[in-house]
């Protein structure tokens, strides 16, 4: 659990009270929008969505990192099947460079081959797309429930300021 979670969990279990969604313009302006404005959050229900936001955030990360396991055993993928077409093109190029005897069988083989090699890298180019696509998409939730537990977290900070300055309005007005 981060030290942020673990100091809202301690402050909610100290008991502050509802929070108004956007007071004291302490959210971010990209914040605004992730709860209606106005809306209370008890110290229980902020401390659930922030539990529930983290969970939600660490099987993201761990997401993220078997897509970018993915993405490296594909690029590797991608680069052993360049590097057969390129030996393939080489030895293509001996064999209309020199004089040397080869059958048109072993000439169609080797066509045969090197087609087979760019139709695959053509599939490579399309599962890259894919995988980058997913790898943005997993990024960009990431940063959503970030946002989330910062604009929560900010609510709980400004309540707790709140009852600071409330509590010491009430002192100095007790004879």
Not at 34 to 55: D, K, N
Request: with cysteine; net charge neutral; charged share 30%.
């Amino acid at each position: 659990m981060s030290r942020r979670l673990s100091l809202i969990v301690l402050l909610v279990v100290l008991g502050v009270g509802a929070v108004p969604a956007q007071e004291d313009n302490l959210l971010p302006p990209d914040a605004a929008g992730f709860l209606p404005p106005g809306e209370l959050l008890r110290p229980e229900t902020a401390l659930a969505a922030l539990m529930g936001l983290e969970i939600d955030r660490e099987i993201a990360q761990r997401g993220l990192e078997s897509d970018l396991l993915r993405l490296g055993a594909w690029r590797a993928r991608r680069d052993r099947t360049v590097e057969r077409l390129r030996d393939l093109y080489g030895e293509l190029d001996l064999i209309f460079n020199t004089d040397a005897e080869t059958s048109a069988a072993e000439s169609e083989d080797l066509e045969r081959r090197i087609l087979e090699l760019e139709s695959r890298i053509a599939a490579h180019g399309v599962e890259g797309r894919r995988l980058r696509d997913a790898l943005r998409a997993r990024r960009q939730r990431l940063i959503l429930l970030s946002r989330k537990v910062d604009q929560i977290s900010l609510q709980q900070v400004a309540a707790i300021a709140r009852n600071v300055r409330n509590n010491r309005a009430l002192a100095n007005c007790v004879p």
